[in-house]
């Protein structure tokens, strides 16, 4: 593989810029990691990382340590780094944390949320139906329950989800891989839900936002069986 082809799926990457290295390759490979190209578990050994991405050691190791931080990948007792493996206990953990979360946020969005709130998230659905890959709708997916969670303008909850956000992105894009294998219909389901959000949201009303919340995030809870198998 030439140091231009940071993926494993061999497609050609163009050079980094030396003037955002630790950035570009932090990006990089928290998109290839979140995307399955670097599976849980996987060691990433610095000197290889530097040598295909024409970078030298320091921007690698900074990016690392950046992951690290968001429970991306862990390092060992010898400093090794490896992909992080999410347990069956995390997957839970995260279940629940959303469930406290995002319910109480969507009452907040209800009474918030402003015209170009809604017009974000029309964009976003737009976007969605648009999308040519998984990692695309995963992506998608993220950036939509971003917007609504900013569209509450709760300072302490929208800090609260941007804690939970790296793992949850991780274990979301995992999720819909899972999901795809099985039902060949992620796109469509995410697209449905997101409307009913939005139609709901627009609603004003509180409670049955709440509830409808509440029940898009427990009816992925079937779906923990399938991630704690991959663990």
């Known amino acids: 593989m030439s140091i231009d082809q940071f993926s494993k799926g061999g497609a050609a990457q163009p050079k980094l810029k030396r003037q955002t290295l630790t950035q570009a390759v932090e990006s990089r490979l ?5 995307q399955g190209v670097y599976e849980p578990g ?3 050994s610095e000197p290889v990382l530097s ?3 024409g970078v030298s050691r320091s921007p690698v190791r900074e990016a690392l340590l950046i992951l690290e931080r968001d429970g991306i990948v862990e390092f060992d007792e010898r400093g090794r ?3 992080a493996t999410m347990t069956a206990a995390d997957f839970e953990d995260l279940y629940l944390l959303r469930l406290a979360v995002e319910p109480m946020v969507a009452v907040h969005a209800a009474a918030q949320a402003t015209s170009a709130d809604y017009a974000a998230l029309e964009a976003n659905m737009k976007a969605m139906q648009n999308t040519k890959t998984l990692a695309e709708i995963s992506l998608l997916d993220m950036e939509f329950h971003d917007l609504l969670v900013a ?3 709760r300072s302490r909850l929208i800090a609260t989800w941007r804690s939970l956000r ?4 991780l274990w979301l894009a995992a999720l819909h891989r899972r999901h795809e294998q099985i039902t060949g219909r992620v796109k469509e389901i995410t697209i449905d839900s997101h409307q009913e959000l939005i139609d709901t949201l627009r609603s004003g009303d509180g409670a049955s936002i709440e509830k409808l919340m509440r029940g898009h995030i427990e009816g992925w809870y079937q779906w923990l069986p399938e991630m704690n198998e991959l663990c």
């Open 30 to 34: 928290r998109s290839e990691i979140i």
């Open 42 to 44: 996987t060691m990433l």
């Open 51 to 53: 040598s295909e991405l």
């Open 81 to 83: 780094t490896r992909v």
């Open 151 to 153: 569209s509450s303008r």
């Open 166 to 169: 790296p793992s949850l992105e």
